[in-house]
């Protein structure tokens, strides 16, 4: 495996394509496009500025504190981020193993959180260009032109994102700033009530969810020329699996295969996972770049996400979901699939398994239980790995003699997935820019791609006004010869 | 339960600088309104972002107001009765004008008169305070509210965002 993006011989003469800042994706992005005197892509570079200050942001912070604090990194996953500073705080209180019922409610929330996320990602920023084509009317690839041709899908989009939200509230406690992770437990379990109130319209939802996983395996079936080949991006693929190579969002160990699928490591502890990981820094980024210490920075970048868990992992632990994955094996003839708009397909394969496991979740009594806390020896140190709904994130914290933050690493799942991202618009790039004209059906298609992977850019800074797309080519000498502007 | 009549919304993330103003804003009102008789008649809610499926929450009410920070939008604050606009490129966020149509397509009726508090902030990077320009904005917009609270009617918020 290679890649090329700082290969350019004589980057003095390229010219330079920005697109600043990538819409439909959170907060601040630029992409670089460099182009050589035939208007050939040589080099690629995704921006992404808002990512620094989060770990000084978090130092000097009570430990207790931090599980609250870190949900406000993410407008979208905010969830993701308390689970796994949670996960990481239980050594430092001493909670090793914990209770049945603070498990279970907190792998209920997680469900909840890959659900609405998911649903977000692919009804709302994802279904418009899907449904209508790259190239189709800008005005009506929006969730309001996917509620006009297509009402039901769009109704369910929503309806399904609600779900996953009433079941973070439950569990969480509030909308937002939910605090029902604790370091060693939860503070609250469910009420018949509540269980009773979700497990109304949960088939419903399951249903729904299966009919998504078989809308995005129908576009691909439709078009496969270009769901088979857009934004390729071939590549090592890491996760964690629980039991038995099983999917296993909430907990488990690191696994890695290679682009062809082959095992490059497996079962190892996420307390290693810094033996296993190295971050590599770029002068021209503010966000790092991991990779897999064994085979170097040249050849151990990786991607995670959905893409990556349902080809790492051996089996789903819900019947339709593992259905829906054995299917999507089977379509490329059991080699790995690495085509960007594949992140879709098992996207929505996941979304029905964090349904199915909801629903089974809500047929477990230790939901209901009152044994929400765990004690034992602390530690001054705790690792927290979760599967978040774009990829796998590390929370890693050193506390002092008086409790306060003292190191913090946080690796998320767009810093995992960087170079495959970079990669992906390569590839896509390559193919759809040449020549001088930058076209707003051209721009989408580096969009579509950086859509695919759904990188959170800034997290939760959304201001009004805030969010214009401004494009410009300039040629080698600096000078800009070609602009394209749109607002929201 | 029955829906409060008014509902209020605010946006923000009381972490990232001026894009506090929103939750601020709010947590003020809820203070103002808790020792006042007319608390029942507002629900408050408060994210980090307005997504799709918020138009549930719009359900059954008679007035609704987004609260919000601004960049490059009018200062001290703006007040206007947002259009129903199809958002070609929008974030995860939608903006309040894109939240319309996708109620009256979700819910099949018109959605109920809503109006943006857009108050404009200055700096929004993370760990921020809240700017001094920022503030001076803030307290021009919570001097305005007390208007909207005093008289909230659809012919009272036309009036104050110069609808005819």
Redesign the interface.
Known sequence: MTYHLETAEHPETLRRVAIDPVSRVEGHGKVTLLLDEDNKIHQVRLHIVEFRGFERFIQGRPYWEVPVMVQRLCGICPVSHHLAASKAMDPIVGAHHLTPTAEKIRRLMHFGQIMQSHALHFFHLCSPDLLFGFDSDVAKRNIVGVAEAHPETAKQGVLLRKFGQEVIRMTAGKRIHGTGAIPGGVNKSLTVAERDELLKDVYTMIAWSRDAVHLVKKLHDANPALYNSFGLCRSNMLSIVGHEGAMDLYDGKLRARDADGKLIFDGVDCNNYYQTIEEEVRPWSYMKFPFIKALGKEDGWYKVGPLARVQNCDSIPTAFADHERRDFMDYAGGSPIHASLAFHWTRMIEMLHAVEGIKELLHDDDILGTELMATGERKREGIGVIEAPRGTLFHHYRVDDDDLVTMCNLIVSTTNNNQAMNEAIRHVAKRYLHGHEITEGLLNHIEVAIRAFDPCLSCATHALGKMPLKVELVDAAGQQVHELSRGL | MPHAPCLIFA??????G??ALGPLLLREIARRLEAGAASDRYEL?????L???N??DMAERQLVLFI??????PAPFNFYRPQPQ??????????PE?LL??FE??LHRPPPPAY?L?IR?ER????EEVSPQARRHYEAALAFTERLLANATVESWDALAGMP
């Not at chain 2, 199809?86 to 903006?95: D, K, Q, V």
């Open positions: 946006v923000g993330n009381e972490s990232r001026d894009d809610i408060e994210d980090f972002q997504q799709v499926e138009v549930l919000d920070a601004g960049h490059g939008t199809a958002i070609g490129h929008s974030t995860h966020a939608l903006p894109a149509p996708v397509q979700v943006v857009c902030g929004f990077e993370l760990g």
